[in-house]
């Protein structure tokens, strides 16, 4: 119960001064005049005021609050190194016995886990929470128990009470970590990309050796080992191997004593593109789809296209000189024999032999193509004649045969069944609304598949992969009238695209693969088949037994299922057929870029309320109470500052002047004075 007198004026305080003033004018003119009675008008006037200013005794029933420590327990993964996990959980238990025997003191515990994508420790966030939550004025002190690696120091609250760290981890500990800087996420297929690496020790390192061992793979291979100085930035120049995701794996063995080897692994993932696609366009005669590939290949900044047409053939004689037919000699030598391997794909359209290109010279493009080339047919009328280009060394690696029957009539092409599970041809707009084309070569499939069918069913572009390398088969020279808007047209653009680069084999059109896409450590597993089904797929995570996922249809041709990995780092993917690997989570997880416990990041927050970092291994300190203001730590003690706060239950006002004594007080003293004036 307390008792405070308060004032609640009967008229506004600027009137109350105004009526002041007019009291201290009237007596002041009463001591001027002479007046024996002037105190007495003052005294009336003082009782006047008084009762204006309505002063009452206020008793307030108050109950005291408790006061509140915050207790931040940090449960991130770093706490999991060494014996932190044990030292923060006694640690806990001691200071919540301590504050329960404390009296009008309670605890709030607060635990703070690993923030999401790779956000570290976010403590302060925490803080911030529980601070928005509680009345600040009940704050007593806030303490947290962790290794002090925090990474949202930045964002820190206005503290309105001391903080104090209690450090887990040892004074002895040390760790190894690898750094892996400016790692691109492309690289030009063949040309190195350099990636800066460097090892590094930190705490309590113990003297031995200077160079620390290096294992470095490639999509999971045998690891080739280096040894590289520690402590220095190292320059490694890499060149991917292939086109698509290239996952490098840099390890540096766990050494003797090291606080752990969850930062010793580095995973780069690395997509290899290549530079510049060369492309070799050879048209047999002017047509009037001539432009349709170069227009095509053109289109695309990233493709090399050497074109050459051949205007007039040998066995023309007009007497016209050739230096007026053509800018340049067609140089088949230099093409077809010495830098034929230079090109990424060869495209013959409506071409026959005419003796420009040798037999020799197409035994040569037929090797071409078995050790890894791309050769793709634009057949026209030529390609059914006797100078077809079939009936050449060609003839081993083309996948269809031509009857010698040209079909001229229009007809629209139809995506097969196998179609529709091929990437080349799968999902291609507006199928059933395509224009006619009015021409086809009639061939007959000896290898590979038959993607679309034109006029009665017959193939039309058929795919075929031979050696190493690939072959198309387009029996048809009208393509151009899709591009020209013939009856509606079609997909022109999209499925020579695709074609050009499924040949060159480009890693998102291949149509018998595995692979997986990650998200965080959650990874999407993708198998893209021509059959019916899909194999089960295994999945062998970097620790644990191996986990066969089912996979189910997404689209045609296209088989899926999604897994959380159960860690971070490579695992490896294989079915009856394929083998592939990826890497979850990030390059370095941030929990463990640093490892060694430390109170210099919390410093700063920690001395503007002079609280303090005590280490746990050396004992769990004591509670005492300190006055705000004061030092707030001592060997041995941490403070918590008492708030004091309390809750008002009850109010009750009296007043100090009854009316009735106010009217008595002051008609009594006008009354004196008058009295007194007149015995003057």
Known sequence: MTGTVIFDPLVPWPVLAVVAGIVAVAVGIA????????????????????????????QEDRAPLTDIVVLLEDQSASQALSDRRAQTAEASVALARAVAARDNTELRRVAVPDS?????????????????????????????????????????????????????????DWDRRLIVRNAPAFAIIGEPVTLTLRIEDSGAVPD???????????????????????????????????????????????AEGE?????????????????????????????????????????????????????????????????????????????????????DLIIFDRYKRRGILPAIYLDNVANYVEQGGAVLIAAGPDFAGADSIYRS???????????????????????TDLGTRHPVTTDLPDQGDWGRWLRQIEVTPQSGDVVMTGIDDRPLLVLDRVGEGRVALLASDHAWLWGRGYEGGGPQLELLRRLAHWMMKEPELEEDALWAEATGQTMRIIRRTLGEDAAPVIVTPPQGPDVEITLSQSGPGRFEALYDGPMIGLYRLRDDTHETVIGLGPAAPREFEQTIATGDILAPLIAPLRGGVVRLEDGIPSLRTVREG??????????????????????????????????LLASGLIIGAWLREGRR
Do not use: C
């Open 31 to 58: 001591v001027w005049r002479g007046l024996s009675g002037w105190a007495l008008r003052g005294l009336a006037g003082l009782v006047l005021l008084g009762a204006l200013s309505g002063p009452a005794f206020q």
């Open 116 to 172: 999401e994508e790779n956000g570290g420790t976010a403590l302060m966030a925490a803080l911030t929470e529980v601070l928005a939550e509680q009345p600040r004025a009940r704050i007593a002190g806030i303490v947290a128990l962790s290794d002090g690696q925090i990474h949202d120091a930045a964002r820190a609250p206005d503290l309105p009470a001391p903080l104090h760290l209690l450090l887990t981890g040892r004074q002895d």
């Open 208 to 254: 031995g050796a200077r160079l620390a061992p290096l294992e470095i793979s490639v999509d999971g291979d045998t690891p080739q080992v280096f040894q590289i100085p520690i402590g220095q930035d190292i320059d490694l120049p890499v060149t991917l191997p292939y086109s698509g995701r290239n996952v490098l794996q840099f390890t540096v063995p766990m």
């Open 259 to 343: 606080l752990t080897d969850r930062n010793n692994t580095a995973l780069i993932q690395m997509n290899g593109v290549r530079d510049r696609l060369r492309v070799l366009l050879v048209s047999g005669e002017p047509h009037a789809g001539g432009r349709t590939w170069r227009n095509l290949l053109k289109s695309d900044s990233s493709v090399d296209l050497v074109h050459f047409t051949i205007l007039r053939p040998p066995e023309k004689q007009d007497g016209v000189p050739v230096g007026e037919l053509s800018l340049i000699a067609f140089p088949t030598r230099e093409l077809f024999l010495e830098k034929i391997d230079d090109f």
């Open 393 to 415: 060394p060609l003839a081993r690696i083309l996948p269809a045969e031509p009857s010698a029957r040209v079909l001229e009539e229009g007809f629209a092409p139809v995506v």
């Open 630 to 663: 004061r030092p707030a730590a001592g060997r041995g003690w941490i403070g918590l500052t008492p708030r004091g706060a309390y809750e008002t239950r009850d109010v009750r006002q009296s007043a100090l002047l009854p009316p009735w004594l106010v009217l």
